[in-house]
């Protein structure tokens, strides 16, 4: 079938940056693209980061820090998927939706996340609430964690997106900079560290160290179940992961440049695909095909600049975990969830304390008031294609629903946490699912529909297949310990 070269589409021109000579100016402008990614590293170094790094550090040394190595196959997930959305401008969501029986796949995802985000919402709460309550001395820390959470839901419902990007990308650059701060104060042996990254699978610890029994409040979970569980606050999770699909387009990135509206773009694409059973409008030009692949370097420098931060910050908490609070047998429990971290700063001096309380807000409010974003645009996304009502509500009205269940539902259960509920272990599982579990499915789908229905030069290369491939079985290899 030949294709008809009116219905054929022309990509926009690349930002000129992009076609710049190398330099080292054309490379600081590139971290101008830097924006959905502030979002993602928000909501990852958040409350993992802060409480179950730290953990790991003390009890396991060096030996997992192999993990943070696995989880850039979520990044690579991630790259494939978007990569798809935009280069054809159709939503991997809306492809899921029709290419499987009665959309199955996108209600499975949909029941997962009416289940985990609450419960993760809830730990939020209870975490943010006892920080405040440290930082300021008064009050009931779940008081404070429901109000703060009430005001992050109003600042998303009021605010725009560039302004949760700008201040996600503060909120990081707190943490970070404090996080470092600790390490190159520790000046940790850089030899002893760096093999421990590519020791994948190996080292793994058997049990628990004799001096966790004392602590109060510490429940030992099963290591493999703690191991997926961190795996999960350093991967792309089901919500940052279709989340992104939405923000390419309002970021108006690949195909989307240059288009006033986006969704109705994305919506006329869709379309034409159902109505010929295959995408038949992407030009086969050389010249077309070479631009669409430069319109891809934003995404791309995107990611890497999050798993960048995500990485060394990681690190900086389990280093720090090592050398200051597993020598103290002091862990991050049910009991204290970030109290015991401010050793991390006062062990340099005593006036570096506050700058841990301000990281440590910012770092779990940031995860709050980008939550809800990321959350309900990814269940938008999902959605939409599934009910029609879904799709010709507005969004913030969608957002509005959304905050009222997700608030209904975790201030109860924040409650139950109060009571015993084991915070760290809901946390494990919450991530398994939503962080190791789904990703590696909506992984496998995303590569398998890609190579299924892009035409056959848009498609990915073998060594990008290859990469793909290598991406879920990084993110598979933690099940294995689960299963011996």
């Not at 930002?15 to 993602?40: M, N, T």
């Not at 969608?398 to 109060?418: E, G």
Request: hydrophobic share 50%; net charge positive.
């Amino acid at each position: 079938m030949t294709k008809n070269k009116k219905d054929l589409i022309t990509y926009p021109d690349p930002d000129p940056v992009l076609l710049e000579k190398p330099s080292l100016r054309k490379y600081i402008k590139y971290l101008s693209f830097f924006g959905p990614g502030a979002i993602v590293a928000s909501l990852t170094i958040g409350q993992g980061q802060l409480i179950i790094g730290p953990q790991i550090g003390a009890w396991a040394g060096f030996a997992l820090l192999w993990l943070i190595s696995l989880s850039i196959g979520s990044y690579i997930i991630a790259y494939v998927s978007c990569r798809f959305t935009m280069l054809s401008g159709i939503n991997v969501m809306d492809l899921f939706a029709t290419k499987t029986k009665k959309g199955w796949f996108n209600w499975i995802i949909i029941v997962i996340m009416l289940i985990f985000i609450p419960i993760f919402t809830a730990s939020i709460m209870t975490t943010l609430g006892q920080a405040i309550q440290w930082i300021v001395g008064i009050g009931h820390y779940l008081i404070w964690g429901v109000s703060f959470c009430l005001l992050a839901g109003i600042l998303v419902l009021l605010g725009r997106y560039k302004l949760l990007e700008h201040t996600q990308a503060f909120f990081v650059g707190i943490l970070a900079i404090g996080a470092l701060f600790s390490v190159f104060y520790i000046k940790p042996d850089l030899l002893e560290i760096l093999p421990n990254y590519l020791l994948i699978g190996q080292n793994v610890p058997n049990s628990y160290p004799q001096w966790v029994d004392q602590v109060e409040g510490f429940s030992k979970t099963p290591i493999p179940l703690v191991m997926l569980g961190f795996l999960g606050t350093l991967n792309f999770t089901l919500i940052t992961l279709i989340g992104y699909l939405g923000w390419i387009k309002v970021k108006k990135w690949g195909i989307f440049k240059d288009q006033e509206d986006p969704n109705n773009f994305s919506e006329k694409l869709f379309n034409s695909f159902k109505k010929n059973g295959k995408i038949t409008y992407l030009p086969d030009d050389e010249k077309e095909i070479k631009k669409s692949r430069i319109l891809l370097k934003p995404l791309l420098i995107d990611l890497s600049i999050a798993f960048i931060i995500v990485s060394i910050v990681s690190s900086a908490y389990m280093i720090a975990g090592k050398y200051l609070l597993g020598p103290q047998e002091i862990l991050p429990s049910d009991v204290d969830l970030i109290k015991t971290q401010g050793i991390i700063f006062s062990n340099m001096a005593s006036w570096l304390e506050p700058l841990f309380k301000i990281s440590v807000f910012f770092a779990l409010f940031g995860t709050v008031y980008a939550g809800f974003e990321a959350a309900t645009r990814m269940l938008f996304e999902t959605g939409k294609t599934l009910n029609i009502k879904i799709k010709n509500i507005q969004y913030k009205r969608f957002m509005l629903y959304l905050l009222i269940y997700i608030l209904v539902i975790s201030v109860p259960l924040a409650y139950l946490m109060y009571l015993g509920l084991s915070v760290l272990l809901m946390l494990s599982i919450t991530l398994l699912f939503i962080g190791v579990f789904g990703v590696i499915i909506y992984g496998i789908g995303a590569i398998y529909l890609s190579q299924k229905v892009l035409p056959k030069k848009y498609k990915l290369g073998k060594i990008n297949l290859i990469l793909s491939i290598i991406a879920i079985i990084l993110l598979i290899i933690p099940f294995i310990f689960l299963i011996i």
